[in-house]
């Protein structure tokens, strides 16, 4: 069909456009971080449209309320500047959701225009009479610079940097707990990182965290903001923990929240690839290991030893196949980390993010590797699927976000659906990616689904596989 | 109840209220109300998405072509270029110096390498700002390649989503006109504000079809470029989704004579009268006994299909939200037809008539809202003790989370709603969510305590 893309035998090696994205814009990425807050509420300083785009795309992966709210810029706006609409959007975001914290983000458009965001919500601040308004914070999304991810990562920062307040730790666990920046990762990620270091007895401030938030039960009367998230408290005394962890290899040297902790209250900062599989898994429980004094507990080390099993029950499904891995570039390398481990062969390792050390990054995760795997950042699906042709690539499946569902199925290999977002299936949010038990359910899933295509792709119809 | 906005107040009336009916419309949204509106961009795209051999490329950063690429069940029954999302995806250096550059050199590279009919660029929020001569750089591509390339001025800012409709409507009235109009027959029309979600288009173009009307375009559903070129040469525009497509409608008027009516597909009861009032317009006896004939032999098929639902459904609450008015009032009396009543009923866009129009339509005590945000909606929902909303993607997490049933009529919904099979669709689609087992369990029916709300 003429949809296709077509030029697989003349390919042009630098498209000027974007064909297919393999990203979305920075200030989602923010929205989303200001939903890991309790009691806070994100906020789009630009068009009404951004926000109720980002709603959109983010309930169809969450499936769950998302209040965005924006200041619904006009023309007159853009020309004299959206301060009223600013200050009039605080006010009835305040009157209406009377919420702890508001989580301002630009747009494109407004950082285009050079709000100062900085001078009016200074001003804002020091309107007369106002005593009990919300705490502000806001971060830059110029939505033409960066990805989601940029977005996701500055927000935590900005938001790190704007409340953190030395010696402000509550006496019960002051010098003794962690900062845990996990990234852009599922609820259940979240929930799994919180099990995790409650079980090595060591108190940690997850942020952002949206694994109530976004991953909420039923409820009876609608909660105006849903309960959850990152305390205040906890986002004030980040200065005072004893070290910092930051979860993913690619991340932004010096752009992150732990590195401004490091910087600015010499809070030692660790940065470990997301932990997915068992290596970089083995990583992170040492880390705890260290932070905690406490020797990694039995019900790990046990998931640990039984997903060692696994792999070997399983290893001759996997041995040799190819996997195209496609998606957030962390999401990426610590998935094809757990991929090579298994003795699948990443023969394609892409994302639309651009972070400068994507290639470096998956270079180390797969050093046992007698072949590289080939690295593209910043692409997107048209050229993935040319850059496939062109090598001749012909991966076995494909593993990555909803969004590279066209490309496999014109592959005709099956997707195995990981990582965000995720819009044509149920359940994003509860993956579980992380750690050994994470592992544990992507081997199998990997596994059965290789052995689905198998079975089904015979005349035989085994009944044993 | 939920707290209203001052702002709000006159966008929120209850049927039977005392003060006389003025309900405030057809305004900018609150800042910081958390509309459920989209923007410019959102009413263009909607409009011209569905023409499935034009290229659709979005000059601006990446976001606005991300959030759009492929959310639309608009179906073709030939090329799929539509399906496919184009953006310059502009950079910090493109914001210095200006993006005309890689929309040329987008524009071309991507007429090249998949040839469509025609381009439509999309010009989003930064554009204008930047400085972005579009029409300049539309007008040389489209000499250059031989095929129209529209520019379409939808800048998120500029308004709301009824100028975006606009801005597309404008960019049609260029098309229009472009081909021959040879060889159409007298009884033709053009099927204006169908956009084939789920394929409803190919189920009304069948009823015309059998009525004995040539259909010479629809605008936008399944759309093709030369179709819609001569579209000035027939005889009737049939308008439905008329907040998008009145414009054109009236433009067509005025430019080629071309008289329109508006119909509506949703519902047995307007579903029929559009196919009366498309025969009425012909004056042909023949016409309207084919008419008759096929819309009792539909009838005859359906009816009993839905009496089953109709006894499961009697007494049940609905809620609407949906983004045109006009939409709402056949879903009111759709639902009426299931012996379902309507407490609650609101649109995005509608005007003045539309809501006076709602008001009569409406039993005692609906309540009817103007541009509602979520905290308004969910709290109606819980007032009126719902058993289904009706709505789109943005309304869906507050029924469920309310443990309240829900029901996709937005441009995304896979499911054909439109003609005698769509509603037998709807009423399967809102018996399937209301008759669920799964609400006994969820706390708001199971009836456990009240919980103190703050
Ligand atoms: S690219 Fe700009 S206009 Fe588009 S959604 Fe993102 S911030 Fe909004």
Redesign the interface.
């Known amino acids: 069909?003429?949809?296709q893309?077509?030029?697989s035998k003349s390919p042009?090696p630098n498209?000027?456009?974007?064909?297919?994205?393999c990203?979305?814009?920075a200030?989602?990425g923010a929205a989303l971080v200001m939903r890991g807050i309790e009691g806070a509420l994100p906020?789009l300083h630009?068009?009404?449209?951004?926000?109720?785009?980002?709603?959109?795309?983010l309930?169809?992966h969450f499936?769950?309320?998302?209040?965005?709210?924006?200041?619904?810029?006009?023309?007159a706006?853009?020309i004299f500047g959206g301060e009223k609409?600013?200050c009039?959007?605080?006010?009835?975001?305040t009157?209406?959701?009377?919420p702890a914290l508001i989580g301002i983000a630009t747009?494109?458009?407004t950082e285009?225009?050079g709000e100062d965001m900085h001078g009016m919500l200074h001003q804002y601040r020091a309107r007369p009479g106002e005593a009990d308004d919300p705490l502000l914070v806001h971060v830059s999304t110029?939505?033409?610079?960066g990805?989601h991810i940029d977005g996701f990562n500055d927000a935590v920062r900005a938001v790190v940097e704007q409340l953190a307040e030395a010696g402000h730790a509550p006496s019960a666990y002051l010098e003794n707990f962690v900062n845990v920046f996990p990234g852009l990762v599922s609820s259940e990620d979240l929930r799994f990182l919180k099990e995790v270091c409650a079980d090595f007895a060591l108190p940690a401030t997850l942020f952002p965290d949206y694994s109530e938030t976004l991953d909420?039960?039923?409820?009876?009367?609608?909660k105006?903001i849903p309960e959850g998230g990152t305390s205040l408290a906890a986002l004030r005394a980040t200065p005072s923990a004893k070290a910092s962890i930051e979860l993913g290899r690619t991340l932004r040297q010096k752009r992150t929240a732990a590195s401004f902790l490091q910087e600015r209250f010499s809070v030692p900062a660790k940065r470990i690839g997301l932990p997915i599989g068992i290596n970089e898994s083995d990583s992170f429980f040492a880390a705890l290991e260290k932070l905690s004094g406490h020797k990694t507990p039995e019900k790990y080390t046990r998931e640990r030893g039984r997903l060692v099993d696994a792999y070997v029950d399983g290893h001759k499904y996997l041995f040799g196949k190819r996997a195209l891995i496609i998606g957030d570039e962390d999401m990426v390398v610590g998935l094809t980390s757990f991929l090579a481990e298994t003795g699948v062969l990443p023969v394609l390792c892409a994302s639309g993010g651009k972070s400068g050390a994507f290639a470096r990054s998956i270079a180390e995760v797969t050093t046992h590797l007698r072949e590289p795997a080939m690295v593209r950042e910043g692409v997107d699906f048209?050229t993935i699927a040319e850059e496939l042709a062109l090598k001749d690539l012909k991966p076995d499946f494909v593993i990555g976000s909803s969004?590279a569902a066209?490309l496999a199925r014109t592959l005709g290999v099956p997707l195995i659906r990981l990582g965000f977002p995720i819009h044509d299936r149920i359940g994003g949010q509860r993956i579980l990616h992380l750690g050994y038990r994470g592992a544990q359910q992507l081997f199998d899933l990997v596994v059965n689904t290789l052995l689905e295509v198998k079975q089904d792709s015979n005349s035989i119809g085994y009944s044993y596989l | 109840m939920a707290d209203i906005l001052r702002e709000r107040e006159r966008q929120v009336y209850r049927k039977g209220d005392l003060q006389p009916f003025q309900l405030d419309c057809e305004k900018q949204s609150a800042a910081g109300s958390v509309s459920q509106r989209a923007c410019v961009f959102c009413g263009s795209r909607v409009v011209l998405y569905p023409i499935a051999d034009a290229l659709h490329i979005v000059h601006g950063p990446i976001g606005c072509a991300s959030y759009t690429w492929d959310i639309r069940g608009a179906l073709s029954s030939g090329p799929e270029l539509h399906r496919l999302s184009f953006s310059t995806d502009l950079q910090e250096m493109d914001v210095v110096q200006g993006g005309e550059k890689k929309l040329y050199a987008g524009l071309c590279e991507l007429i090249d390498a998949h040839q469509p009919k025609a381009a439509f660029v999309y010009a989003t929020c930064i554009v204008g700002v930047i400085g972005d001569d579009v029409e300049a750089v539309c007008k040389r591509v489209s000499l250059e390649k031989g095929i129209p390339v529209l520019p379409v001025h939808s800048e998120g800012f500029k308004g709301t989503k009824k100028d975006g409709y606009r801005a597309a409507c404008d960019a049609l009235l260029k098309l229009v006109g472009t081909g021959s109009p040879e060889g159409i027959t007298p009884h033709s029309i053009n099927i204006l504000g169908d956009f084939n979600l789920a394929g409803e288009t190919w189920m009304i173009r069948d009823y015309y079809k059998r009525m004995g009307v040539e259909v010479v375009s629809c605008i936008t559903g399944d759309g093709r470029v030369d179709e819609i070129r001569r579209a000035h040469g027939a005889a009737l525009n049939v308008v439905q989704c008329s907040g998008s497509m009145t414009h054109l409608a009236k433009q067509l008027e005025e430019k080629y004579g071309t008289p329109f009516i508006r119909v509506s597909y949703f519902g047995v009861e307007d579903m029929s009268k559009s196919l009366y009032d498309v025969a009425r317009h012909f004056k042909d006896k023949e016409m309207m006994k084919r008419t008759q004939a096929m819309v009792r032999e539909e009838l005859e098929r359906l009816m009993p299909q839905l009496a089953d639902y109709k006894r499961a459904l009697t007494g049940k609450r609905a809620a609407i939200y949906v983004g045109g008015a006009f939409k709402a009032f056949s879903l009111v009396a759709a639902l009426r037809h299931l012996g379902m009543t309507t407490v609650m009923v609101g649109s995005q866009t509608g005007n003045k008539d539309d809501y006076e129009q709602l008001r009569e339509l409406c039993d005692e005590g609906t309540i009817i809202a103007d541009d509602s945000n979520p905290l308004e909606l969910s709290s109606f929902l819980e007032e009126k003790d719902v058993d289904v909303f009706i709505g789109g993607v943005k309304e869906r997490p507050i029924a469920y989370k309310l443990g309240i049933g829900f029901c996709d009529h937005n441009h995304e919904r896979k499911e054909a709603l439109a003609g005698f099979e769509g509603m037998l669709n709807f009423a399967r689609e809102v018996y399937s969510s209301v008759m669920s087992p799964v609400w006994r369990l969820t706390p708001r029916r199971r009836g456990s305590n009240l919980e103190v709300v703050k």
Not at chain 1, 15 to 21: A, D, F, L
Not at chain 1, 95 to 98: E, L, R
Not at chain 1, 142 to 145: E, F, G, L, T, V
């Open positions: 069909m003429s949809s893309p077509r030029p042009r498209w000027v456009s974007t064909r297919n994205p990203k979305a814009c200030p989602l906020f630009g068009s009404q449209g951004c926000a109720t785009y980002m709603r959109r795309y309930i169809s499936r769950e309320p998302m209040d965005i709210a924006t200041s619904g810029f006009s023309e706006t853009t609409n600013l009039q959007g605080l006010d009835n975001v009157s209406q959701y009377h747009t494109c458009l285009t225009i110029p939505a033409y610079s990805t909420g039960p039923s409820m009876e009367i609608y105006k048209m969004k066209k």
